[in-house]
């Protein structure tokens, strides 16, 4: 059974009960705190769903008059899940990140004598009019000089998208800039295998004639197909505003403590 947990006008979850249980059980959520599963006509606080569980008692204050604080929720919401990064957003990120790697790609070019290769194949293209086969000849030579730097400059751009989106960033430049980031589905930190199958599935996203990028601006959660294939969503808010604790950012169903 999944439960959801509503607090300051938000609600939270779901949750697994056997979760739930435990932490009332630690003092991490409130038996005042309101809970809702499906089957239930209305909100019920928690004491009265788990009437069995021995709740622990609240921690001591400073001041034995005031009331304890409430246990933390995390912040990443049911609301916030349904937040999705819409089409020109995301197209307007890939565009900022686009500026950012051309900067490192033409210093690359040039450092593995891209200009100096650029005007020999323009050269020898010039006179290979009519030759096909000098043509190829000249294409052929000028990819054996450069396939060092096209290496080198998909390696960037593989780990630049990796990286950053597995990051506490979740996010490329480009998506910090528009406040946006990448998240499981439930809103979590993807790991790093999963962000470099995302980037390698744009790839089929790309060769269907883009449509698997389109997808983005009619699918029911704005996902386009690399993100279906990944698990992935693109939501609005940068990450540094959901933050959990260090202890259990990466933990499925945990609070923050």
């Known amino acids: 059974m999944e439960i959801w947990i509503g607090r300051d006008g938000e609600r939270h979850g779901p949750y697994k009960e056997d979760d739930v249980r435990q932490w009332l059980r630690s003092g991490q959520v409130s038996p005042a705190d309101l809970a809702w599963h499906e089957g239930l006509a209305d909100w019920q606080p928690l004491s009265v769903l788990f009437p069995d569980v021995a709740v622990a008692p609240p921690p001591a204050t400073a001041n034995p008059y005031a009331a304890p604080a409430a246990p933390l ?120 295998p999963r962000a470099l199958g995302r980037y390698f599935a744009k790839i089929l996203s790309a060769i269907i004639l883009g449509v698997g990028f389109l997808m983005v601006a009619w699918t029911q959660r704005k996902q386009g197909l690399h993100d279906m294939i990944c698990g992935t969503l693109v939501l609005n808010g940068r990450a540094s505003e959901f933050k959990a604790s260090p202890s259990t950012a990466d933990s499925r169903n945990s609070f923050s403590a």
């Open 73 to 192: 929720l995390p912040q990443t919401t049911a609301a916030a899940l349904e937040d999705h990064a819409g089409f020109w957003k995301r197209v307007a990120a890939y565009i900022l990140d686009a500026i950012v790697l051309y900067i490192p790609q033409v210093l690359i070019e040039k450092a593995f004598g891209g200009d100096a290769a650029k005007a020999a194949l323009k050269q020898a293209s010039l006179d290979a009019v009519g030759n096909p086969d000098a043509m190829m000849a000249a294409n052929m030579h000028y990819y054996s000089t450069m396939w060092p730097a096209m290496l080198l400059i998909v390696v960037l751009g593989v780990l630049y998208f990796t990286v950053c989106e597995s990051s506490a960033w979740q996010g490329t430049l480009g998506k910090l800039a528009l406040g946006i980031r990448v998240t499981d589905l439930e809103g979590r930190r993807i790991s790093f």
